[in-house]
Structure formats: structure tokens, C-alpha cells
């Protein structure tokens, strides 16, 4: 049983900074490609940033800069210079392919995060 659990979201002041973390149980972390989504109020599902697991990265364009994603026994986002629009809630997903389990595609419950004064 595959599960994505998310934590670190919450309510920060413009300018501030959070760290979100995923931890992936079931197996899979180093065989998986992860990644950060974020879905705003009346908005699609976007890619925030994602790390291969042979630690490439990409970011977002409204994101580089600003935020980082690593992964070492957990995959994190850190947050900084945050705006209101970064708010949204925020998944945690892992992506891949193996011979042995095929291909699949995870996704957290999501963590609220929320840029406000």
C-alpha cells in the first residue's frame, strides 16, 4: 500500500517562508520521480517544482527562485518570499515506471497553505 503523507502548510505573512514535506511509504521513494502540485480556488491542478530521482529539477516559471525542492529521506518544498498568490493547497506526488510494478502515479490528501496579512 502506496501512501503520500504531506505536512508543514499553514498561514503566512507575504514575504515569509515554509517548508513543506512529503514522505512516501510504501517502497517506492527511490524508484520514483517526485514532485509538488499546488491547486488554487477555481484554478487547475499546476506543476510547482518536481526532482528526478537522480536529483534533476524543475520549477515552475512564478516559482524559481523562490522556492527549492530536495529530496533525501523525504521530498521537501521549501518556500520562501512567499505571495498571496502561492496560496493553495499543495500535493505531494510520485511518478514512475519499474518492470516489476509497471507504471504509477501517486498523489497525497494535500496541505493547505495559505499567504495572508
Known amino acids: 500500500q502506496v501512501q503520500l503523507v504531506e505536512s508543514g502548510g499553514g498561514l503566512v505573512q507575504p514575504g515569509g517562508s515554509l517548508r513543506l514535506s512529503c514522505a512516501a511509504h510504501?517502497?517506492?521513494?527511490?524508484?520514483?520521480?517526485m514532485g509538488w502540485y499546488r491547486q488554487a480556488p477555481g484554478k487547475q491542478r499546476e506543476l510547482v517544482a518536481r526532482?528526478?530521482?537522480?536529483r534533476i529539477t524543475q520549477y515552475a516559471d512564478s516559482v524559481k527562485g523562490r522556492f527549492t525542492i530536495s529530496r533525501e529521506n523525504t521530498v521537501d518544498l521549501q518556500m520562501n518570499s512567499l505571495k498571496p498568490e502561492d496560496t493553495a493547497v499543495y500535493y505531494c506526488?510520485?511518478?514512475?515506471?519499474?518492470?516489476?510494478?509497471?507504471?504509477?502515479?501517486?498523489w497525497g490528501q494535500g496541505t493547505q497553505v495559505t499567504v495572508s496579512s
Open positions: 506526488n510520485a511518478r514512475g515506471a519499474t518492470m516489476s510494478r509497471g507504471a504509477f502515479d501517486y
Open positions: 510504501g517502497s517506492i521513494f527511490s524508484i520514483a520521480d
Open positions: 526532482i528526478t530521482t537522480g
